[in-house]
């Protein structure tokens, strides 16, 4: 340690033994102090004049916790290394190949067209209608009729038997009489219903044909002709010429350094003392 950290060390402990009044810090049973592990500060003034949940019968004391650190090995670039570049030609050989001595073609094909027979129903006379007149229709009825109607008159009566009082004599003698009605029976021809006309239909007429129906017309359609080759035997290429970077690779050392892992810090640690003021 640093003596700036040591007398950082030494002042945050003695502001803790002015805060205990005059409590000094003796080896607990483990033979340690034990950290509250609550509260961590960059500075003791940090941590505030007590620690935080203590409890009675106990005394606490400021406490630097001392940088972590560790040895680490590295590989450092001690020369880059470098490239320069190498030009291979190329290298020949002989193969077999087809060349083309008549190009394709195609030539023309008519193929006929194709039909069948089918028999099909035409109509011949579409569905239709006709007005027919229906007569009217009659009966026969028979009735009684008045010819005159009952009525009286007067008539010329003879030989009356009826005494007459007083021992008159009868000169003229009227009856009036009931003429009763006269009828006859009289037949006539009476209308049922009246004449009328009605719709009447007439269906549709059809007849099956025969005929020809094309199916597949006429077309002309190209036939492919084959190119035409022959084999010949040619210089040709086995590896092109090519450029190759030749490259001369970096050295490294190993370096070993000491690099620091975790900061210092400042807590409250619990602490034994041999007297306590009062």
């Known amino acids: 340690m640093s003596l700036s950290k040591k007398s950082i060390a030494l002042a945050a402990v003695a502001v803790a033994a002015l805060g205990f009044s005059g409590c000094t810090q ?10 509250t592990g609550t509260v961590k500060a960059a500075a003791p003034a940090d941590l505030g004049l007590y620690p935080p949940n203590a409890q009675p019968g106990h005394c606490y004391a400021k406490v630097y916790i001392k940088p972590k650190y560790a040895t680490k090995t590295e590989k450092v670039v001690v020369d880059q290394g470098g490239a320069r570049l190498k030009v291979i030609p190329a290298k020949y050989g002989y193969k077999t190949v087809k060349k083309l001595v008549k190009e394709p073609g195609y030539r023309l094909k008519v193929i006929p067209p194709v039909y ?23 009966k026969t009825v028979t009735k009684r009729i008045m010819v005159s109607p009952a009525t009286t008159e007067w008539r010329r009566g003879s030989g009356v038997t009826t005494p007459i009082a007083g021992g008159g004599r009868v000169t003229d003698v009227n009856c009036l ?3 009763p ?3 006859k029976t009289v037949t006539t021809r009476v209308m049922v219903t009246p004449p009328t006309t ?3 239909p007439i269906p549709a007429q059809y007849k099956t044909i025969t005929k020809r129906v094309l199916v597949k017309p006429a077309q002309t359609i190209k036939v492919p002709i084959p190119a035409q080759y022959k084999t010949v035997r040619v210089k040709d290429i086995v590896e092109p010429a090519r450029t190759v970077e030749l490259k001369t690779p970096p050295r490294y050392s190993t370096v070993t350094k000491r690099v620091k892992v975790a900061n210092g810090y400042y807590t409250w640690q619990t602490v034994n003392c041999r007297t306590v003021s009062h």
Do not use: D, F, H
């Open 26 to 35: 003796q080896a607990m049973a483990s033979g340690k102090a034990v950290s």
């Open 116 to 138: 069948k027979t089918t028999t099909e129903r035409i109509l011949v006379k579409p569905a239709g209608e006709r007005l027919v007149t229906v007569p009217a229709q009659y």
């Open 177 to 179: 009489v009931r003429v």
């Open 181 to 183: 009605a006269k009828y």
């Open 198 to 200: 009605k719709r009447v």
